[in-house]
Nanobody, 121 residues
């Protein structure tokens, strides 16, 4: 069993910054891709950024130049530095990890519980 715990969300004024973190614990052999998604009311969950185990990254066009994803493989943790926040960035942010378990040796997708980011204008 693997658990993902997110932290770092909150209320911030437009132009502000936050750092989101997501740490995985449990029966983990290796974590391949890590990613952040977000979902605002009435909209579908969308990919914000992803990072491969080797460090290559991918960003949604709407956040390029403002958000930075990073990871610490030793800590099984992924981060999202969010800068120059806009009201339209308001959403629940979810982390996702592609995990290979120690027990079964197969890759599966695991989600965090979500952390709210609210940007006031």
């Amino acid at each position: 069993q693997v658990q993902l715990v997110e932290s770092g969300g909150g209320l911030v004024q437009a132009g502000g910054s936050l750092t989101l973190s997501c740490a995985a614990s449990g029966s983990i052999f290796r974590i391949n891709a890590m990613a952040w998604y977000r979902q605002s009311p009435g909209k579908q969950r969308e990919l914000v950024a992803s990072i491969e185990r080797g460090g290559s990254t991918n960003y949604a066009d709407s956040v390029k130049g403002r958000f930075t994803i990073s990871r610490d493989n030793a800590k099984n943790t992924v981060y999202l530095q969010v800068n120059s926040l806009k009201p339209e960035d308001t959403a629940v942010y979810y982390c996702n990890m592609r995990i290979i378990s120690q027990v079964q040796g197969i890759e599966y997708s695991s989600w965090g519980q979500g952390t709210q980011v609210t940007v006031s204008s």
